[in-house]
């Protein structure tokens, strides 16, 4: 065989392998994305349960809960992009977090069985749903550096292959964990 | 539970009687020892210098045989000692425990925890098995080992695991296998090149890279799921398992199968054993009865198995 065909094949075989290494991140992405997308569903489904056991008492957090709901309602919305989901479960993190605050100001919904049994249930939500985001930011760092690192960065412009956002933590979300009340 | 250093009170003060009798045993015994080794290694000295030949099929023979003659004679002396050292220190520890010499955690535990590859034969010793805390935990020593066949047919066994086996349940639900091993690529070829090597290990599920760097550089995680893996291994566990390999000085293996903790940490060599050349009051000898007892026992609390998760109570 003559030197210039074996440099073909080498440099052909490089090429398909960097095409599927880029392919492959990317499927890696989308897939550990539909993990996120059920644990936050899981989250969301529990959102009606709450608001109706606590809006009797909450009195004074009626816009809280009035956003809380309409969150919920937009995140149902057929076909809305992965950033938006991902925005979408930054504020509900949040307005969920201040919710927990302000149940600690009603002692009898705080001795309600109803809203502790929620409690513990967003709890262990909160868990599943921090593990498939720490797994989505990797995977999403994975295949960002892929498209940004030489050689492959090449081959991902050909493929128009874009950068994707990873979910950052909320600031209210690290202030918000109270050991005790997760193991009561 | 109490701590590291009570402990060690309760070895020098409570244990002091039985020690100082097993001290008066360990120094006949010792005496004993060395004239029957002199004696023996004279025998097998003429024996050699008679046949003049196959000098390295007795040599092998002149260990094996020494070996066993030396478990016969120390057989004794090593019940006494589990019996009123071991014994009373797991008792002061915790006394709902329950303690066997003779036993070890099962071969299907072992087996099941997939750290090692399937080791044809399991020994082991000095089984502890009990609840702590609401948690149900077994512990032992365990020398698993493999078989190989040499081209020439000889067979020799060579060491899988040689350490402390613990096992504990597990305070969350989850239904894959997740996998911490120590990290050896990683340090010695680096991040770039160690990443790929443990993404190519074959025996082995999908590499799940942690998010945290010193965890990372420590430890590989192989998973089956990398969400359940995160969902294991959150930000706290990672932080414990870091200071629990630190304060162990022990390659640390870990694994997460059927709703239990895999807990393999290698010493290489027999534990709670008592020693015959040394001083049973030796702080150094003391030291590692105790510390290895706490260690394996206090896993429970160092991490947090106790708190479970809301849905397993």
């Known amino acids: 065989m003559s030197t210039p065909l074996i440099i073909l094949i080498v440099v052909a075989i490089i090429l398909v392998l960097m095409y599927n290494s880029l392919v492959a991140k990317k499927n890696q992405v989308e897939n550990i994305f539909a993990s996120v997308d059920t644990v936050l569903k899981k989250r969301y489904d529990l959102i009606p349960n709450l608001v109706a056991s606590v809006s009797k008492y909450m009195e004074h957090e009626k816009s809280l809960l009035e956003e809380v709901t309409k969150l919920r309602a937009e995140a149902n919305k057929p076909n809305i992009s992965d950033e938006h989901k991902i925005n979408l479960d930054a504020k509900m993190s949040s307005a969920l977090g201040s919710i927990m605050i302000a149940v600690e100001n009603y002692p009898d919904l705080k001795a ?73 | 539970m109490k701590n590291v250093s009570e402990l060690t009170d309760f070895y020098y003060k409570s244990l002091y009687p039985a020690l100082q009798k097993l001290e008066a045993d360990r120094k006949g015994l010792r005496k004993k020892i060395v004239i029957v080794a002199a004696i023996y290694t004279f025998l097998v000295a003429l024996i050699t210098y008679n046949i003049n030949t196959a000098y390295d099929f007795i040599f092998v023979a002149y260990i094996a045989l020494g070996t066993i003659i030396y478990k016969f004679m120390i057989h004794d002396y090593t019940h006494e000692f589990k019996m009123n050292v071991i014994k009373p220190l797991i008792k002061a520890i915790d006394s709902s425990l329950l303690y066997s010499s003779k036993t070890h955690v099962s071969d299907y535990i072992f087996n099941r925890s997939d750290l090692f590859s399937t080791p044809d034969r399991i020994n082991g010793n000095d089984y502890v098995k009990g609840n702590i805390d609401g948690i149900n935990i077994q512990f032992s020593d365990i020398h698993a080992e493999k078989r190989t066949k040499s081209s020439k047919g000889r067979s020799s066994w060579h060491t899988l695991f040689q350490g402390l086996f613990i096992v504990a349940e597990f305070h969350k639900n989850f239904e894959g296998q997740t996998v911490v091993l120590p990290d050896s690529a990683q340090n010695t070829f680096g991040n770039l090149i160690g990443n790929w090597l443990q993404s190519k290990n074959m025996a082995r599920d999908e590499l799940v890279k942690m998010d945290d760097p010193e965890f990372e550089k420590e430890f590989v995680v192989y998973s089956t799921n990398q969400v359940e893996a995160r969902y294991i291994l959150s930000h706290s566990l990672m932080k414990k398992l870091l200071i629990f390999k630190k304060k162990s000085n022990h390659p640390l293996h870990v694994s997460f199968i059927g709703d239990h903790i895999h807990m393999a940490l290698e010493y290489d060599k027999d534990l709670f054993e008592p020693s015959v050349f040394k001083s049973l009051l030796d702080y150094k000898v003391a030291m590692e009865y105790v510390q290895t007892l706490h260690l394996a026992i206090g896993i429970v609390q160092e991490l947090k198995l106790n708190q479970k998760l809301w849905s397993k109570k």
């Open chain 1, 112 to 184: 309600n069985e109803n809203v502790m049994h929620l409690q513990h249930s967003l709890n262990e939500v909160e868990e599943q749903i921090s593990a498939a985001r720490r797994s989505y930011n990797q995977a999403v760092t994975d295949y960002n550096n892929a498209i940004e690192m030489i050689p492959t960065n090449i081959m991902a412009n050909f493929m128009s292959y874009r950068r994707k956002q990873v979910f950052e933590i909320v600031e209210s979300e690290r202030k918000n964990v109270n050991v005790k009340e997760l193991f009561n």
